[in-house]
């Protein structure tokens, strides 16, 4: 039986394990690649926890996500085609149900048939999936969508087809050409009732809800949606390729991401507020002062499935955290937040250990549940992947309570709860009743100081949503309270439909709030109710802070992109409420005052006709030389805007970082801003051209005579070197494209370090595992010479005697009265069977991760073809 670490979705990072050794790694480091190898199941569990195997591959093989139901039934995503992979009919949804509370699963069935099953929400009856559509009688995706599946009759199968809430929610030509690994991954909902979708960098073109709303986005981000479908719009912009979100119960959203294979960009722990930017891949290099920073940047793996958990009965280091999966290092980690400010900063904790973590979820009796890929590969396996159920080692079964038959004062006062799922359901009870009788004691509960925040919170956005534009007048009396103003504020603004219209009065005296979270809150509803009159009061407030200095965190790998800057939170959003109103104008009114950086910042996103013309007039008026350099700085800003983003090309997995766009495209005003700049530069004494000359080159510009021409040299025509400079999917789809020579790959492999640990032909002496004997796939092998810290042989064993001492090295023979060691420099251990206390397979390898780098993708693929060959 093998199972390997893999990356399923996500651009894998074969850099995610690194080891140091003082010796000469060109000779001794590649000691474990080939052979069986086996990613250890062995799961590192805090012992106040218990954990059992929930399912197995016979039921839940390769799943990609899971959710849970309150009430315990466990729905599993089984995705047979992973990353990669093509063809219909490999999808499947899974309802578990475990009868006895035994901790293992006695009841199984298929609730639907579906494709690439990515993203789960169980809620009352129905299930809402995120999925892809593969016809039979092509086998080509036609799309990938966010629907809805009913089960009316509790018969644990879907009454029907699903129902799209939106559709085309990924771009399509990429997901057939490579598969489903950058695309659109999870979901999950928010108190706020919003169904919460990770984008990855595939982006999407013309994304459309259920009214015919459509939406184009460049990059990956997250998306939202109400429960019905509608009010589809972008949350956040600027990330790689997250798989998941993490909400707590006053709507922060967390996400740890995926690494870029290098370019300054890998796991990043990210809290995501409501209209940032991130700056993923044009911004965060270059034109860092315009993003909202990660909270940290903690180097290699594949962030996956997430969830913030708070419920009763687990010990309370464990509780009232976000939970991250990461994929990459097989691994459930805890990130303790503290607050900063508007954000937090952060800590990150190895929680649970489990084989390719990817996804998480906790039912409403505190049962939490992992899905584990366990080496499935890139293209699913039918006899790999798990589900796990951990509960605390006192903890005690108590049935969900059957909602739909509580009473309405029972229902509301469950509100209170202690559990965040408890809330969240309770919630989407009472919606579903649609009582509006219920909203004044659900009103009285916000006006509660003895209730607990976390249920006042829940009582706001439940009266919100209920209630409508009706909920108006109570949410603006109850925002007088200081300790619940910021989610008032948020609530009357959270929806559109009802947000337009309203007074701006309330929302501009909370920007002078001594609270930035309230600041936050308003800046945001600002923009979203559409006032432009609100601009001045959003200019006060878009003051950017100093830059801020790289984090000096241990364990921290970016730069200022990646180091916590709570100060820029404010402004951030009041420029980005500034850019929806359009709000011109008043930006240019505002060059002249203490706002002046923030209107500048908030000008250079405004491709209209009236921006350029009017920072022109003031770069002729002005005789303040800073001011003309940040006036012609905007200008070089507004010189190219992106190009309309079609879905026809995508900047593959290590795109340009030099921004500001990603495609730059001419448009109306730019030869109207050339000439300003020309006339600028022309008058400029020589120190000056030299900043003009500098700005124009930042910006691409492209000007002859200003600055450098500056043409992107992503894809190098030497041939030497390409596996060091591809990722590690990328690698795999050139094992389909280009045909592997046997007698090629001989010579080739010859010359590598492999050789040094490894019998390469018969009759060798072993050494590490052997290379002649292997029973593993193409992509196995590929992934054992790219990974090798996540696939280690079965046969390279510790031995340790009854007496301590150990011997280190490959497993040739254990019989019944002898065992034998052979370690790395090919010599033999002999000892009696009698005198072994016991065999372990290793955790971790001597082999480093580069050491196909300098090979051309034709040279590896050869390399593969003969070591498949010799299985």
Avoid at 261 to 287: A, M
Avoid at 323 to 333: A, H, K, P, T, V
Avoid at 851 to 868: C, K, M, T, W
Wanted: hydrophobic share 35%; with cysteine.
């Amino acid at each position: 039986m093998i199972e390997m670490k893999v990356s399923l979705h996500l651009t894998s990072n074969r850099h995610d394990i690194s080891f140091s050794y003082p010796m000469n790694t060109r000779l001794l480091l590649p000691s474990l690649l080939y052979a069986c190898v086996i990613h250890s199941t062995a799961q590192a569990l805090p012992p106040e926890l218990e954990q059992t195997r929930f399912s197995g591959p016979d039921i839940t093989p390769s799943p990609a996500c899971l959710c849970a139901h309150p009430k315990g039934d466990v729905f599993v995503g089984v995705d047979m085609l992973g990353s990669l992979g093509k063809g219909a009919g490999k999808g499947k949804i899974m309802r578990l149900r475990d009868t006895n509370n035994d901790g293992k699963a006695d009841e199984n069935v298929v609730f639907a048939n579906i494709d690439n099953p990515r993203g789960l929400i169980a809620v009352g009856d129905k299930l809402y999936v995120l999925h892809t559509v593969i016809p039979a009688d092509t086998g080509v995706m036609t799309g990938m969508h966010l629907s809805v599946l009913t089960d009316a009759n509790g018969d644990g199968k879907a009454d029907g087809e699903p129902k799209r809430l939106i559709k085309n929610v990924s771009t399509l030509l990429h997901n057939q050409k490579r598969g489903a690994d950058h695309t659109t991954n999870s979901i999950r909902m928010g108190i706020d009732g919003w169904i919460y979708i990770a984008v990855g960098d595939f982006g999407m073109v013309d994304a459309e809800d259920v009214d015919g709303k459509k939406i184009t986005i460049l990059g990956g981000g997250i998306l939202r949606v109400r429960p019905n479908g509608k009010e589809m719009e972008v949350y956040t912009h600027g990330l790689r390729n997250i798989y998941d979100v993490a909400i707590d119960p006053f709507m922060n959203i967390f996400t740890r991401g995926n690494t870029n294979d290098g370019g300054g960009w890998n796991i990043r722990f990210i809290h995501q507020i409501q209209s940032g930017e991130y700056g993923y891949p044009v911004l965060f290099k270059n034109f860092t002062d315009e993003i909202i920073p990660a909270l940290v940047d903690v180097g290699g793996g594949s962030g996956t499935g997430a969830i913030f958990f708070q419920e009763p009965g687990w010990p309370k280091k464990y509780n009232n955290v976000p939970m991250m999966c990461d994929w990459g290092r097989s691994q459930l980690i805890i990130h303790r937040i503290k607050p900063d400010g508007p954000s937090f900063t952060q800590t990150p904790e190895n929680f649970i250990k489990c084989s390719q973590i990817s996804d998480v979820d906790v039912d409403g009796s505190g049962r939490l549940y992992l899905s584990a890929w366990a080496g499935a590969g890139y293209k699913g396996n039918p006899k790999k992947g798990y589900v796990e159920r951990v509960v605390p080692k006192d903890w005690k079964y108590k049935p969900f309570p059957d909602l739909a038959k509580l009473p309405s004062d029972g229902l509301i006062n469950s509100l209170k709860s202690p559990s965040s799922t408890t809330r969240l359901h309770v919630q989407q009870e009472i919606l579903r009743r649609n009582e509006s009788a219920m909203g004044p004691k659900i009103l009285t509960m916000i006006n509660s100081p003895s209730t607990s925040l976390e249920g006042r919170v829940a009582a706001i956005f439940t009266y919100a949503q209920l209630l409508g534009k009706e909920a108006t007048k109570g949410l603006v009396d109850a925002s007088k309270d200081k300790t619940i103003q910021e989610f008032c504020i948020r609530a009357m603004a959270d929806r559109k439909p009802v947000a337009n219209g309203l007074a701006t009065q309330l929302f501009t005296e909370a920007l002078r709030s001594k609270n930035t979270r309230v600041q936050v809150a308003a800046a945001v509803a600002l923009g979203r109710i559409g006032n432009p009159n609100a601009a001045d009061a959003l200019l006060s407030v878009a003051i950017p802070p100093p830059a801020m200095k790289p984090s000096t965190q241990k364990g921290h790998q970016g730069g200022p992109h990646a180091t916590p800057h709570s100060a820029v939170v404010v402004p951030h959003v009041a420029v980005q409420s500034l850019i929806k109103l359009n709000a011109t104008d008043a930006c240019l009114g505002a060059i002249d005052s203490a706002s002046q950086d923030g209107a500048l910042w908030a000008l250079r996103w405004m491709h209209d006709p009236k921006a350029v013309d009017g920072l022109i007039a003031k770069l002729s008026s002005t005789s303040d030389g800073k001011l003309q350099i940040k006036i012609l700085t905007a200008l070089a800003r507004l010189y190219t805007k992106e190009k309309a983003y079609d879905g026809s090309w995508w900047w593959s997995t290590r795109p340009d970082t030099r921004g500001p766009y990603y495609v730059p495209a001419k448009w109306d005003s730019s030869s109207k801003i050339e000439t300003a700049y020309r006339t600028a530069y022309e008058i400029a004494a020589p120190a000056e051209k030299q900043v003009l000359a500098d700005i124009a080159t930042k910006h691409r510009m492209n000007l002859q005579g200003i600055g450098k021409a500056n043409v992107a040299n992503n894809k190098p025509n030497k041939k030497k070197g390409e596996v060091g400079r591809t990722s590690i999917e990328d690698v795999m789809l050139a094992l389909e494209k280009l045909k592997g020579n046997q007698k090629r790959g001989r010579k080739v492999l010859s010359g590598m370090a492999c050789v040094a640990c490894h019998n390469v032909k018969p009759g060798d002496t072993i050494k590490g595992p052997d290379l002649l004997n292997m029973k593993l796939t193409k992509e196995q092998i590929a992934e054992a010479i790219l990974k090798p810290a996540a696939t280690i042989s079965e046969s390279w064993v510790t031995v340790t005697m009854e007496n301590g001492t150990t011997h280190l090295g490959t497993l040739v023979s254990n019989g019944d009265k002898q065992v034998v060691v052979h370690n790395i420099a090919g010599i033999a251990t002999k000892v009696k069977t009698s005198d072994v206390k016991d065999i372990k397979k290793q955790s971790s390898t001597l082999m480093g991760p580069h050491l196909a780098d300098d090979l051309s993708l034709q040279q590896f693929v050869d390399v593969i073809e003969y070591l498949h060959k010799k299985k």
